[in-house]
């Protein structure tokens, strides 16, 4: 079955860097597009950067655009999400989705 692993959250002060990780398995990754979402406190799900399943196209909301980076190695099954900027609106549990499967999600806190 599919299975997703999110890695590499934490608290980062305003203004820093994360980089967050989605370790997949259960299905042919290198053929398959992916996403990230976010879930604030008390909020709906937040669909932040989507990936191609080559990589070649990448989407992202405009919330996150020239901020953030989706990059996927298809050699291990990996999905990143590199954030740069990082605001305290940015503070949510971040998932990793394939379709309507969603991992167990990573904690993102922006404070100072």
């Known amino acids: 079955q599919v299975q997703l692993v999110e890695s590499g959250g934490g608290l980062v002060q305003p203004g820093g860097s994360l980089r967050i990780s989605c370790e997949t398995s259960?299905?042919?990754?290198?053929?398959?597009?992916m996403t990230w979402v976010r879930q604030a406190p008390g909020q709906g799900e937040e669909w932040v950067s989507s990936?191609?399943?080559?990589?070649?196209?990448?989407w992202y909301a405009d919330s996150v655009k020239g901020r953030f980076t989706i990059s996927r190695d298809n050699a291990k099954n990996m999905l990143y999400l590199q954030m740069n900027s990082l605001k305290p609106e940015d503070t949510a549990v971040y998932y990793c989705?394939?379709?309507?499967?969603r991992g167990q999600g990573t904690q993102v806190t922006v404070s100072s």
């Open positions: 990936i191609s399943n080559d990589g070649s196209s990448r």
């Open positions: 989705a394939k379709d309507a499967e």
């Open positions: 259960g299905f042919t990754f290198r053929n398959a597009y």
